[in-house]
């Protein structure tokens, strides 16, 4: 079963960017869905933005314009750009792949 890590999560002013990796142990273009969660403190974790393997992506309406959600296939890695990072964005952020989860990277924005 393949197992997914995120990194490149940490702390940034509003208005920064950052860029997330969720690194798969194997082969990523097989997996149809891979989604990119966040769950802020004393919050249910949601859905931020999600890719297919057929090319399809969606975002939440918060983060329309500012994130983008890519696969690089041959790095068998999923990222995650985020720009004009707000306060609000701050949370642990989740990739699932299938049934997979990773173990989350800490995004705080905050001056």
Do not use: H
């Not at 249910?44 to 999600?50: L, M």
């Not at 399809?56 to 918060?62: A, M």
């Not at 999923?78 to 004009?84: G, H, P, R, W």
């Amino acid at each position: 079963q393949v197992q997914l890590v995120e990194s490149g999560g940490g702390l940034v002013q509003p208005g920064g960017s950052l860029r997330l990796s969720c690194a798969a142990s194997g082969s990523i273009d097989r997996i149809l869905l891979i989604t990119w969660y966040r769950q802020a403190p004393g919050k249910q974790r949601e859905v931020v933005a999600s890719s297919t393997n057929t090319g399809i992506n969606y975002y939440e309406d918060s983060v329309k314009g500012r994130f983008t959600i890519s696969r690089d296939n041959a790095k068998n890695t999923v990222f995650l750009e985020m720009n004009s990072l707000k306060p609000e964005d701050t949370g642990v952020y989740y990739c699932k792949g299938g049934s997979v989860w990773g173990q989350g990277t800490q995004v705080t924005v905050s001056s």
